[in-house]
């Protein structure tokens, strides 16, 4: 039998389930596979225990008693969804359909890719997703603040063979087998970009055919890219004339891809950043072309006609006030870690008297909850899932039976009964909705957006439009008043120091499923010893870690995992200027012994 996995990964990768034993392998004859599966469904998710009986008030209850008691909460007056990301399968929406019924409240925004997703919006219109088989054609490939190894593991046999380039603070696995690294300052890469692009049109090496066709108002890009003082401006990312001149050596009439990551945009300014990097690739003519592009989280549900979208009040994902509301349902999530700002989401969270946790494991939000409703993981449920990596689409099927916990379909129906509303269709109507709006290349079923060569023709949504390139940039963040005192005092002594707070993925765990971390990575060189207990503090919070020495830090950051207890106290509650996204990286920290 087939599956495939759930986990919010790139991968989305596809799983053979051998019949009676259980046995759960990686399929190699698929295009994103190689036939392994990562630790996390090798080792971590299976160790990691589940949620086995509801509970009402810390009470065990059958799980009848427990879904009595949250149709009940949702005859309050006011009521949220806050639904996370712990399984990508498109049936985690369907109890959208309930809370359109009683006219209860949604998110908008996201805590993950959004301030990116509008800055690609910005330029191109639409977030169409790179195929696997352009990023195979590449000659180039510039890993750009993803961390391939760790959080995308399937594409390496994509890099095979190919010149590779990776920009990132930190020098990760994949920089150090790259055949050029620029270790950039954090949140430099707008700057980065739009410093390749100036010298790419002072040396002529762009691509004026295809702009003249598809992007005519370069000129004003050039003009725009010259407003940038190269001094200063390579002084501040950290590179200089040398390096970037090795740089435009592999982006010079080359097949070049761009692979990005979430890294260069959990910032104010994350939006920015994609679209200077969509117009540095425009100025080397790089959509629409063979072995070409960038690749980011792309829009996976682009092209389909959603089931589940509803017409719903909605308030922001990244700072919600948990506290508007009476009842508040979390599905497949963990605000009280995963949101920014944990003292004010935990103070918001302890407001609600109606607090559901909905999930698969305990954590903080479920140790908050009045109401905990143990889910089936994604081998027990019927699904379907698509990938915000690659174009193919695969069917989730239930390989497993389980006791244990229930699907968001019969939670869903749990609650349209209990209501006495009519209107929801079988489960498997669903699937097949989405479904049948996939089409067929070979034996795969890809995504109803898929072309083999996104933008060929031209840009926006009817593929009619230019390219628009970006023409201003404003940052707030370095003018604070924060940032200036960091300047003047980064040649005091060490303890004066503040430093980037970077908190990229980790391999044993996704997002705060599974392995659990306490360390704080710091560069040998700032005096701190291996498993020493420090006080790491924000001007939004403080937490206690114990050191994890790691020199491929650069001085002026500190790394915590994203699956770290504690990370978000430090974080800021603060949206992007565009796309309504959280902000985990836009904050400098300070060490202290304890
Ligand atoms: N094993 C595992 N896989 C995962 C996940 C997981 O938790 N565990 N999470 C999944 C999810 S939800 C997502 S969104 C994706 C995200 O996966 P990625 O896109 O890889 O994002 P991150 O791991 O957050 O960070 C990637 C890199 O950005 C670098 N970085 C940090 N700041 C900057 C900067 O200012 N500029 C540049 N150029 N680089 C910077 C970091 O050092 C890191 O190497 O991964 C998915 N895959
Ligand atoms: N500081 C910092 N914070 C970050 C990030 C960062 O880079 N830095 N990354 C952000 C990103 S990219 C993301 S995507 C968010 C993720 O944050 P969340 O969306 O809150 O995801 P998780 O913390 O992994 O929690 C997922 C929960 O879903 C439950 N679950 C798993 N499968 C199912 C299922 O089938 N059904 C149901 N009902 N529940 C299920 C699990 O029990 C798990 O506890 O975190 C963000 N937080
Ligand atoms: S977490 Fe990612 S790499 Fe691991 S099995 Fe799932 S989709 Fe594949
Ligand atoms: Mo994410």
Redesign the pocket.
């Given at each position: 039998m087939h599956t495939a996995c759930?986990?919010?990964c790139y991968d989305a990768c596809s799983i053979i389930v051998e019949d009676d034993s259980f046995k759960i392998k990686g399929d190699a004859s698929h295009p994103a596979g190689n036939g392994a599966l990562c630790a996390l469904l090798n080792k971590y998710m299976f160790e990691t225990p589940r949620?086995e009986k509801p509970r009402v008030d810390g009470v065990e209850v059958s799980m009848d008693e427990a879904l009595e008691a949250v149709a009940k909460a949702f005859k309050a007056d006011k009521s949220l969804l806050w639904?996370?990301?712990?399984?990508l399968?498109v049936m985690?929406e369907v109890t959208n359909l309930f809370m359109e019924k009683i006219e209860g409240s949604l998110t908008k925004g996201s805590?993950?890719?959004g301030a990116g997703d509008a800055g690609i919006v910005m330029g191109r219109g639409v977030n169409k997703t790179l195929p696997l088989e352009q990023i195979e054609k590449a000659e180039v490939v510039v890993v750009w603040g993803r961390n391939v190894t760790v959080t995308n593991s399937h594409i390496m046999p994509y890099l095979e063979g190919k010149k590779i380039v990776v920009i990132d603070p930190v020098r990760t696995h994949i920089a150090k087998k790259a055949d050029f690294y620029l270790q950039i300052a954090p949140r430099t890469d707008y700057y980065v970009a739009i410093m390749l692009a100036r010298f790419i049109f002072m040396e002529d090496s762009d691509a004026t055919e295809w702009m003249d066709e598809f992007a005519s108002e370069h000129e004003d890009f050039y003009d725009f890219t010259r407003e940038h003082r190269i001094k200063s401006i390579l002084e501040y990312i950290g590179v200089d004339l040398g390096d970037m001149g090795r740089m435009l050596n592999y982006l010079r009439n080359r097949k070049v891809v761009f692979l990005v990551g979430?890294g260069v945009q959990?910032y104010s300014t994350g939006s920015y950043v994609l679209h200077a990097i969509d117009s540095l690739a425009s100025t080397l003519g790089l959509f629409g072309q063979e072995g070409c592009g960038v690749s980011y989280l792309g829009n996976s549900k682009l092209g389909f006609d959603n089931p589940f979208s509803v017409m719903c009040n909605r308030v922001q994902k990244a700072t919600t006030n948990f506290s508007d509301f009476d009842t508040v349902l979390v599905?497949?999530?963990?605000?009280a870690?995963?949101?920014?700002d944990t003292n004010r989401v935990k103070k918001e969270l302890e407001g609600v008297a109606n607090l559901i946790y909905?999930?698969?494991?305990?954590?903080e939000?479920?140790q908050l909850a009045k109401i905990v409703?143990p889910?089936?993981?994604?081998f027990e449920?019927e699904d379907l899932r698509l990938s915000y990596g690659h174009q193919y689409v695969e069917a989730m099927k239930k390989v497993l039976d389980s006791e244990i916990g229930i699907s968001?379909y019969d939670f869903t129906k749990s609650l349209f009964d209990a209501f006495g509303l009519a209107g929801l269709q079988e489960e498997s109507y669903y699937i097949d909705a989405w479904m049948d709006q996939c089409s067929k290349e070979g034996e795969n079923h890809v995504t109803a957006s898929y072309e083999t060569l996104p933008y060929a023709d031209g840009f926006g949504e009817e593929g009619d439009d230019e390219f628009e390139f970006i023409e201003e940039y404003d940052d707030d963040f370095i003018n604070t008043k924060r940032f200036r005192k960091y300047r003047k005092t980064s040649k005091n002594k060490k303890k004066d120091e503040t430093f980037w707070?970077l908190?990229?993925?980790s391999n044993k765990?996704?997002?705060?499923?599974f392995v659990r971390e306490d360390k704080v990575q710091l560069h040998p060189e700032l005096g701190y010893g291996e498993g020493e207990r420090v006080k790491i503090s924000s001007e939004h919070g403080e937490h206690e870690f114990s050191v994890k020495l790691n020199e491929d830090l650069r001085l002026d950051c500190v790394v915590?995992t994203?699956n770290t207890v504690g990370?978000?106290y430090?974080?800021p509650a603060i949206l992007s200027e565009e796309g309504e996204s959280?902000c985990?990286?836009e904050v400098k920290v300070e060490i202290e012994r304890i």
């Amino acid at each position: 039998m087939h599956t495939a996995c759930g986990l919010d990964c790139y991968d989305a990768c596809s799983i053979i389930v051998e019949d009676d034993s259980f046995k759960i392998k990686g399929d190699a004859s698929h295009p994103a596979g190689n036939g392994a599966l990562c630790a996390l469904l090798n080792k971590y998710m299976f160790e990691t225990p589940r949620i086995e009986k509801p509970r009402v008030d810390g009470v065990e209850v059958s799980m009848d008693e427990a879904l009595e008691a949250v149709a009940k909460a949702f005859k309050a007056d006011k009521s949220l969804l806050w639904r996370g990301s712990g399984n990508l399968g498109v049936m985690q929406e369907v109890t959208n359909l309930f809370m359109e019924k009683i006219e209860g409240s949604l998110t908008k925004g996201s805590l993950c890719d959004g301030a990116g997703d509008a800055g690609i919006v910005m330029g191109r219109g639409v977030n169409k997703t790179l195929p696997l088989e352009q990023i195979e054609k590449a000659e180039v490939v510039v890993v750009w603040g993803r961390n391939v190894t760790v959080t995308n593991s399937h594409i390496m046999p994509y890099l095979e063979g190919k010149k590779i380039v990776v920009i990132d603070p930190v020098r990760t696995h994949i920089a150090k087998k790259a055949d050029f690294y620029l270790q950039i300052a954090p949140r430099t890469d707008y700057y980065v970009a739009i410093m390749l692009a100036r010298f790419i049109f002072m040396e002529d090496s762009d691509a004026t055919e295809w702009m003249d066709e598809f992007a005519s108002e370069h000129e004003d890009f050039y003009d725009f890219t010259r407003e940038h003082r190269i001094k200063s401006i390579l002084e501040y990312i950290g590179v200089d004339l040398g390096d970037m001149g090795r740089m435009l050596n592999y982006l010079r009439n080359r097949k070049v891809v761009f692979l990005v990551g979430a890294g260069v945009q959990k910032y104010s300014t994350g939006s920015y950043v994609l679209h200077a990097i969509d117009s540095l690739a425009s100025t080397l003519g790089l959509f629409g072309q063979e072995g070409c592009g960038v690749s980011y989280l792309g829009n996976s549900k682009l092209g389909f006609d959603n089931p589940f979208s509803v017409m719903c009040n909605r308030v922001q994902k990244a700072t919600t006030n948990f506290s508007d509301f009476d009842t508040v349902l979390v599905q497949g999530g963990n605000p009280a870690a995963s949101m920014p700002d944990t003292n004010r989401v935990k103070k918001e969270l302890e407001g609600v008297a109606n607090l559901i946790y909905f999930g698969v494991h305990e954590n903080e939000t479920s140790q908050l909850a009045k109401i905990v409703i143990p889910a089936k993981n994604f081998f027990e449920k019927e699904d379907l899932r698509l990938s915000y990596g690659h174009q193919y689409v695969e069917a989730m099927k239930k390989v497993l039976d389980s006791e244990i916990g229930i699907s968001e379909y019969d939670f869903t129906k749990s609650l349209f009964d209990a209501f006495g509303l009519a209107g929801l269709q079988e489960e498997s109507y669903y699937i097949d909705a989405w479904m049948d709006q996939c089409s067929k290349e070979g034996e795969n079923h890809v995504t109803a957006s898929y072309e083999t060569l996104p933008y060929a023709d031209g840009f926006g949504e009817e593929g009619d439009d230019e390219f628009e390139f970006i023409e201003e940039y404003d940052d707030d963040f370095i003018n604070t008043k924060r940032f200036r005192k960091y300047r003047k005092t980064s040649k005091n002594k060490k303890k004066d120091e503040t430093f980037w707070l970077l908190s990229p993925k980790s391999n044993k765990s996704l997002n705060t499923q599974f392995v659990r971390e306490d360390k704080v990575q710091l560069h040998p060189e700032l005096g701190y010893g291996e498993g020493e207990r420090v006080k790491i503090s924000s001007e939004h919070g403080e937490h206690e870690f114990s050191v994890k020495l790691n020199e491929d830090l650069r001085l002026d950051c500190v790394v915590i995992t994203s699956n770290t207890v504690g990370l978000n106290y430090l974080t800021p509650a603060i949206l992007s200027e565009e796309g309504e996204s959280a902000c985990y990286q836009e904050v400098k920290v300070e060490i202290e012994r304890i």
